[in-house]
Each structure stands twice: as C-alpha cells, then as structure tokens.
C-alpha cells in the first residue's frame, strides 16, 4: 500500500514536472497608442466538421503560439465524420471554452456557414446559438446570425476561383448594402487576395488574415523554420470580448502573414514607430559631416525600407532592411549648411512590406536631429 502511494506521488510529480515545460512563444509586436495590439485568429476547424482535431487543441495550439484571441468556426452544413463525432452545434465552443479560461484566451463562439459560390463561406463571430443558423436558405441562415448581432466576414474570397482572383458577383452587393458583409479574408492560410485588399479599402470592409487551419498547425506551418501561421491584430481598448468585438465593427485590425503587414496607415505608422529607435541621438548634426546612425528595431518584422527622394545636401542608403530585433549601422553624410538652420532633417522612406493597399508602401520617416532642438 506504501509503495503504491509512493508511486502515485512519483507520477503526480512529474507530470507537473511536464507541465511546467509547456512553453509559450511572445509575438514580438508592440501595442499603439490608446490601443492594446490582441493577437488573433478567428477561422479554424476540429472534428466537429470536416477539421482533424479536438478542440481543446486549438486553445493549446494558440497559447503557444502567442496568440490572445481565437474564434473555432466549424461548418454549419458540412459534418465528414458525422458517423463517429454527432452533429451538434455549439458543442466545440462548449468544449474549448473551460481550456481557453484556464489559459487566459478569449474564445468567441462562431461558425462557418458553407454553400456554393456564390455567395461562398462566410464566418459568423460572437454567436449566442449556433444551431439556429442551421437554415435550408442562405438568407435564413445569414440573418439568423446577423439577429444575434454576430460580426460576419467573407471567408476566402478567392477559393476555387481561376488563380484564385476573386469574382463579386450581385449576391456580394447584396450582403454588403443589407449589412450582411461587416469583414473579409484577404488572406487565408497561404493565400492572400490582392484584390480583396482593394476592394476592402474602397468599401470600408474590415480585414482579416486567418488560418482556416484544419490539422494540428504544426502540420500547416513549421515554427521552427521561422514559418508562422497568418494572424489578424487586433486594436482594442481592453482585453475583452465586447472591446475585441467593438474594434472588429470599427475596422481596427491589421494582417500579419509571412513579413508582410497589411493595413490602414493609422495603424501601421504606430507600429513602425514603436518598433523603430534612433540609439544614437546625441550627435550635433549642425555644422554637417559624416555620421553613423544606429537604427533599431524591437519588432519581429524586419522592415524594408526604400528611399523616395534624396533631399539636396544629404547621402544617405537607398535601400535599409531594419532587421528584427536588431540594431543597423547606417551612414549619414550631411553637407556643411544643410542643417544649421533647422530643428532636424528627415530622411523620407517607403516601408516595402507595409502595406496599405494593394503595391503600395507605408510611407515613413527617419528624422535625425540635434539634442538641443527636441
Ligand atoms: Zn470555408
Ligand atoms: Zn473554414
């Protein structure tokens, strides 16, 4: 009897060994004024429909992998392993949601209503009732969500299109004048939908970056090769459902996907400049000469930068890639009486990989000046 309860005790202690070894990696993206920076996906799938996973794995999966807030969207009309797991809605929310407490996630319950294209999958977010919008019509269906106040977003507006350009056919206009289209995907586990983009920043539709991942996500993406899932930032005032909520229908995110971020200018400017420092701010640029500037960046995204002109009297690199998490050495060289008589100088420069339309750049600026004119 001893020894069993000796062993009991053994066993208990390490498996807490194990769980402290669960590990959770930082995104490194800083937070905006007046704004918390909530790291989110809000498309993914478990067995529930058509996806391969219990889930309570998803919430294990985003702990991990730094994310704040998550919303499982499982098929309303399309149910593969309805032999072995019975349909029942709402129950994948049921499941997740004690494990995403425990670990300090938001959940929001959602679903996927599935048809044809068009009008395509649309992902219905903060659900009360899942099961009522189980609808033999699309418009039933879709209103029973939008009557529950849910947030809807146009799932992979490129899916199964000819190279996966999509098409707006009149069931969009539709959904959009009715109040039906509140959000879009313009990026999808590895697809991203340049036109979409467009079409969001012409119609004021908030964007989204998801997985729609429906294996475990170590499957989809290696995090050890530095490959990471596509992510929607959200900029809310708290961390809450209501304020997640509140800043989805305001239109405050941006998509993060590869070293791409795509987004108003509002947003991305902010990021820049929290993420990017000048170290070296002591230099007496006055009387002109040659300067070494230290330039770093605190962000996981490297940012490359262009320049767009080159002001008269200063040289400077066309091109600098802001490695992430690094400092940069870039020289300055400034002609005597460029700027001894002003409060600074700025280097005008295009963030490639900052989007805030389709092929078009955050515009940003370097500005170095003296101690004594800050
Ligand atoms: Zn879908
Ligand atoms: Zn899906």
Same mark, same amino acid.
């Given at each position: 009897?001893?020894?069993?309860?000796?062993?009991?005790?053994?066993?208990?202690?390490?498996?807490?060994?194990?769980?402290?070894?669960?590990?959770?990696?930082?995104?490194?993206?800083?937070?905006?004024?007046?704004?918390?920076?909530?790291?989110?996906?809000?498309?993914?799938?478990?067995?529930?429909?058509?996806?391969?996973?219990?889930?309570?794995?998803?919430?294990?999966?985003?702990?991990?992998?730094?994310?704040?807030?998550?919303?499982?969207?499982?098929?309303?009309?399309?149910?593969?392993?309805?032999?072995?797991?019975?349909?029942?809605?709402?129950?994948?929310?049921?499941?997740?949601?004690?494990?995403?407490?425990?670990?300090?996630?938001?959940?929001?319950?959602?679903?996927?209503?599935?048809?044809?294209?068009?009008?395509?999958?649309?992902?219905?977010?903060?659900?009360?009732?899942?099961?009522?919008?189980?609808?033999?019509?699309?418009?039933?269906?879709?209103?029973?969500?939008?009557?529950?106040?849910?947030?809807?977003?146009?799932?992979?507006?490129?899916?199964?299109?000819?190279?996966?350009?999509?098409?707006?056919?009149?069931?969009?206009?539709?959904?959009?004048?009715?109040?039906?289209?509140?959000?879009?995907?313009?990026?999808?586990?590895?697809?991203?939908?340049?036109?979409?983009?467009?079409?969001?920043?012409?119609?004021?539709?908030?964007?989204?970056?998801?997985?729609?991942?429906?294996?475990?996500?170590?499957?989809?993406?290696?995090?050890? @090769?530095?490959?990471? !899932?596509?992510?929607? /930032?959200?900029?809310?005032?708290?961390? =809450?459902?209501? %304020?997640? #909520?509140?800043?989805?229908?305001?239109?405050?995110?941006?998509?993060?996907?590869?070293?791409?971020?795509?987004?108003?200018?509002?947003?991305?400017?902010?990021?820049?400049?929290?993420?990017?420092?000048?170290?070296?701010?002591?230099?007496?640029?006055?009387?002109?000469?040659?300067?070494?500037?230290?330039?770093?960046?605190?962000?996981?995204?490297?940012?490359?930068?262009?320049?767009?002109?080159?002001?008269?009297?200063?040289?400077?690199?066309?091109?600098?890639?802001?490695?992430?998490?690094?400092?940069?050495?870039?020289?300055?060289?400034?002609?005597?009486?460029?700027?001894?008589?002003?409060?600074?100088?700025?280097?005008?420069?295009?963030?490639?990989? @900052?989007?805030?339309? !389709?092929?078009?750049? /955050?515009?940003?600026?370097?500005?170095? =000046?003296?101690? %004594?004119? #800050?």
């Amino acid at each position: 009897m001893k020894t069993k309860f000796f062993s009991l005790l053994i066993l208990t202690y390490s498996l807490s060994l194990n769980a402290q070894l669960e590990s959770r990696r930082e995104i490194k993206i800083p937070d905006i004024p007046g704004y918390l920076t909530l790291k989110c996906d809000f498309h993914m799938h478990t067995v529930f429909s058509d996806g391969l996973v219990w889930p309570t794995l998803r919430v294990d999966e985003a702990w991990r992998e730094g994310l704040d807030v998550i919303a499982i969207s499982d098929h309303i009309e399309y149910h593969p392993h309805e032999d072995d797991i019975p349909v029942n809605f709402g129950r994948t929310f049921e499941i997740a949601k004690p494990r995403a407490e425990m670990y300090g996630i938001i959940i929001i319950q959602a679903a996927e209503i599935t048809r044809q294209m068009p009008p395509g999958h649309y992902n219905c977010l903060f659900l009360e009732d899942v099961a009522e919008l189980d609808q033999p019509d699309f418009w039933e269906a879709i209103n029973a969500a939008k009557n529950q106040g849910a947030f809807i977003m146009w799932n992979h507006p490129g899916w199964r299109q000819e190279d996966e350009i999509p098409i707006w056919y009149d069931d969009h206009t539709k959904l959009y004048e009715q109040g039906y289209m509140h959000g879009m995907e313009i990026v999808n586990g590895r697809s991203y939908y340049p036109l979409a983009l467009e079409w969001c920043v012409e119609k004021n539709i908030t964007i989204f970056g998801n997985t729609d991942v429906h294996s475990s996500i170590g499957m989809d993406y290696d995090l050890s @090769l530095n490959d990471q !899932r596509p992510i929607t /930032l959200v900029f809310a005032t708290d961390r =809450s459902k209501e %304020a997640v #909520k509140e800043a989805l229908f305001d239109g405050r995110t941006v998509v993060y996907s590869g070293d791409m971020l795509i987004g108003k200018e509002e947003f991305l400017k902010p990021l820049f400049n929290r993420s990017v420092e000048l170290v070296n701010t002591d230099l007496d640029i006055s009387s002109g000469g040659t300067f070494n500037i230290q330039i770093q960046n605190k962000s996981e995204i490297p940012y490359y930068l262009v320049s767009t002109e080159q002001p008269e009297g200063l040289e400077y690199p066309e091109k600098i890639t802001l490695y992430a998490e690094r400092t940069v050495m870039m020289r300055l060289r400034i002609s005597r009486g460029t700027a001894s008589n002003v409060s600074g100088i700025r280097l005008p420069y295009t963030v490639k990989n @900052l989007l805030t339309n !389709r092929d078009t750049g /955050l515009p940003v600026e370097l500005v170095i =000046s003296t101690p %004594a004119m #800050k």
